[in-house]
């Protein structure tokens, strides 16, 4: 038997690597833990050539993917600031806070797109005034915008 084989990665393992990467391992790791608690597949030539596929396919839905958020940010790139008005008192502390859902509402009204709000990082607000919110479509797409508090008069 060979002392090296090669074997494809099913789940994350911090000593060999990501989901999905081809690695050498000796025979008895892998065929005595990584195959039987299924971490790993043998690396056969079909299973190489089904990688590869499954790859491809993978890159891409990404490419399409980045696509569509590049027009996104495009269209939040186009925003200077978003306006919301909020009760406040004698101090200029606002009563309440501002939600992620007016946020969003705001955002889907000036762009059209609807946004999550695990892409929002809102500050902690206390009064009125302008906040820089950021949005994190992807790691590499990011926006900030400002966030302009205003009074209701009543």
Do not use: C, W
Request: cysteine-free.
């Amino acid at each position: 038997m060979k002392k090296k084989i090669k074997i494809i990665l099913k789940k994350n393992l911090a000593n060999l690597g990501p989901v999905g990467s081809i690695v050498k391992v000796s025979s008895g790791h892998a065929f005595n833990y990584l195959i039987p608690y299924d971490f790993a597949d043998l690396a056969t030539a079909g299973r190489l050539k089904h990688y590869e596929m499954f790859l491809n396919i993978k890159q891409k839905k990404l490419n399409e993917i980045k696509g569509k958020l590049q027009i996104v940010t495009a269209k939040l790139n186009k925003i200077a600031k978003i306006s919301i008005k909020k009760k406040v008192g004698n101090t200029n502390h606002i009563f309440g806070s501002v939600s992620d859902k007016e946020i969003i509402s705001n955002l889907l009204y000036l762009t059209g797109e609807r946004l999550d709000k695990k892409n929002l990082y809102i500050p902690t607000i206390r009064e009125i005034g302008i906040y820089h919110l950021d949005i994190v479509l992807i790691n590499e797409m990011k926006v900030r915008i400002k966030l302009q508090i205003l009074p209701v008069f009543i």
